[in-house]
């Protein structure tokens, strides 16, 4: 039973993996045609290319992750797993935070406030986008220094067992959960006030519609909404991410045997997976080409028979 339960998780964690490379890669090739084609790129899709390729990252480093639990654990060695964990913050953070980011910048150039500041800030949107970039670079230091500090600390677990050693592997990993936790709730906070700020923004415009005797469906209406229903998929999706690492991390040491974290792991996964496919569908050229593909496709297979 237990083996069963293994070869059903590890099928959709393949299925995820195959299905989430995919759709970034997919991602990352029409926004690099484009930008051979037109010789620019604009901002919002450098967020999202950048976006895409740091979660190609996260999910070789999950799937890497999910084959030495599950299947190798010899594999797993201490100086294997510091750089895989490494890798892993690395990705995830990059990840995070473009995520972030191409949230901030819909709101920024969408959303209409007759605030001065809010009108400096959507004036300057580029370069407030790249600011928040370069700040996190501060949490992703943090983050990395106190992983290799814990990984350091856990090497030496038998070369003493002193109060003092024991206190600062306390301390050390405290240290880490509680940097994790941050370096989470940070943008997590910063994408759900975007999202209000959209939705107070979208309330105000309908509203004036209302006033003035104009219908609802207008093409600042559909704007705010799209870019809505992409902000709240992000957010769902990062709170589910965030809710299965925080419960890996607490089943760290049984990881491999511990079915609930296991499950999460795979549930984890839909976060780098499903939130491209998200992204395809909201965005129209994205979604006209992924259209156009899978039409292509299916003639292709139609010759071959």
Sequence with gaps: MLSLLHSILSILVIAEFVLGNFANVFIALVNGINWVKKQKLSCADGILTALVVSRIGLLWVILLNWYATVFNPGFY????????????????????????????????????????????????????????????????????????????????????????????????????????TIVHVIPFTMSLMALLLLIFSLWKHLRKMQLSGKGSQDASTKVHVRAMQTVISFLLLFFIYFLAQIISKWNRNTQQNNLVGMFFQVLGLLYSASHSFILIWGNKKLRQAILSFLWQLRCWLEERK
């Design 77 to 180: 060695s201490s100086e294997v797993r510091t750089i895989v964990y490494i890798a892993w913050v690395v990705s995830n953070h990059f990840g995070l935070w473009f995520g972030t980011s191409l949230s901030i910048l819909y709101l920024l150039k969408i959303a209409n406030f007759s605030n001065l500041f809010f009108l400096h800030l959507k004036w300057k949107a580029k370069r407030v986008v790249l600011m928040i970039l370069l700040g996190s670079l501060v949490f992703l230091v943090c983050h990395l220094a106190v992983v290799i500090l814990e990984e350091k600390t856990g090497m030496n677990e038998y070369e003493g067992n002193s109060t003092w050693v024991i206190n600062l592997r306390e301390t050390v990993h405290l240290s880490n959960n509680t940097v994790f």
